[in-house]
């Protein structure tokens, strides 16, 4: 029943797990050995279990803030450090899946900020979203670790997730015999002129097509890809001075139409809720 409550509806299941768990306590004391008594310590323990996501936005403008959408059930403060990051690095990580030796490779970064942020328990044993501010950072590709203990480790549970700040936008067009970019800024959408475009790929045994270009952007902030053949595993990385922007796309296919390679994908789905801390 709790888990049917929302802040809209059912509003009288919202602590009926903490019912639970008191009634839990009176059968596993009373009758210790009983089958009921097993249930209830497994029930005890789904309930009181932890829970933690963070979800940030792709790309974010330079020097501003910035704020990601934490998830989380039974927690009442996080620590969170920021990462400066490679795509090596970044790519080396996600492929771990030792828990212990993706936490070290993590430790080995460079910490470019870290806070404490307390999160509202109301005690319902529910899950609950609210979002949490992320200091400004300086152009770069970033991971940002949410944490409920100070020091990482493969014991505690924590949130992971990367982005890019960055104040370049990507948009690309498909035209038959070519692929036209063009390099636009993220908050004025003026063109960028004499931007690099970086065009490079890891062929597979399903697309053996390979790639490694580079393209300057014109006044307009257009620059052009003279080649209609498809390309798998396709990095795009565009870079302007001390603004790097990497995009990473699946491929790139010969079709009609424009397609916006990068953009500011939200955090929150269309029904989310969230709270304010």
Same mark, same amino acid.
């Given at each position: 029943q709790a888990n049917s409550y929302s802040t809209d509806e059912n509003a009288a299941y919202r602590f009926k797990n903490k019912e639970a768990l008191?009634?839990?306590?009176?059968?596993?004391?009373?009758?210790? $050995?009983?089958?009921? *008594?097993?249930?209830? *310590?497994?029930?005890?323990l789904k309930i009181n279990q932890k829970q933690l996501q963070i979800t940030s936005e792709k790309y974010i403008p330079t020097n501003t803030f910035s704020k990601v959408l934490v998830d989380y059930k039974n927690?009442?403060?996080?620590?969170?450090?920021? /990462?400066?990051?490679?795509?090596s690095q970044l790519q080396s990580i996600y492929k771990k899946y030792n828990q212990e030796e993706k936490i070290a490779e993590i430790n080995k970064?460079?910490?470019?900020?870290?806070?404490?942020? #307390?999160?509202?328990?109301?005690?319902?044993?529910?899950?609950? $979203?609210?979002?949490?501010?992320?200091?400004?950072? $300086? *152009?770069?590709? /970033?991971?940002?670790?949410?944490?409920?203990?100070?020091?990482?480790?493969?014991?505690?549970? /924590?949130?992971?997730?990367?982005?890019q700040s960055t104040n370049l936008t990507l948009v690309d067009v498909y035209e038959?015999?070519?692929?036209?970019?063009?390099?636009?800024?993220r908050i004025t959408g003026k063109?960028?002129?004499?931007?690099?475009?970086?065009?490079?790929?890891?062929?597979?045994? /399903?697309?053996?097509?390979?790639?490694?270009?580079?393209?300057?952007? %014109?006044?307009k902030g257009f620059a *052009?890809?003279?080649? %209609? #053949? %498809?390309?798998?595993?396709?990095?795009?990385?565009?870079?302007?001075?001390?603004?790097?922007?990497?995009?990473?796309?699946?491929?790139i296919n010969q079709l009609g139409g424009c397609h916006v390679l990068i953009n500011n994908a939200g955090i929150y789905g269309p029904k989310d809720k969230f709270e304010l801390i």
């Open positions: 008191v009634i839990c306590e009176k059968v596993i004391s009373k009758f210790p $050995k009983s089958e009921g *008594a097993k249930k209830c *310590a497994v029930l005890k927690v009442d403060s996080l620590y969170f450090s920021v /990462y400066k990051i490679t795509t970064l460079q910490k470019v900020k870290s806070w404490t942020t #307390k999160l509202r328990n109301e005690f319902d044993y529910l899950q609950h $979203k609210t979002e949490v501010i992320v200091p400004q950072l $300086k *152009a770069g590709n /970033y991971l940002i670790i949410s944490s409920t203990s100070k020091k990482l480790s493969g014991n505690k549970i /924590y949130g992971i997730a990367n982005f038959t015999d070519k692929k036209v970019y063009q390099v636009v800024d063109p960028i002129k004499n931007a690099t475009i970086h065009i490079k790929n890891e062929p597979d045994r /399903y697309n053996k097509n390979s790639i490694n270009k580079t393209l300057k952007t %014109n006044r *052009a890809l003279h080649d %209609n #053949k %498809n390309y798998g595993n396709t990095t795009i990385t565009v870079s302007k001075e001390e603004d790097v922007e990497l995009v990473v796309s699946n491929s």
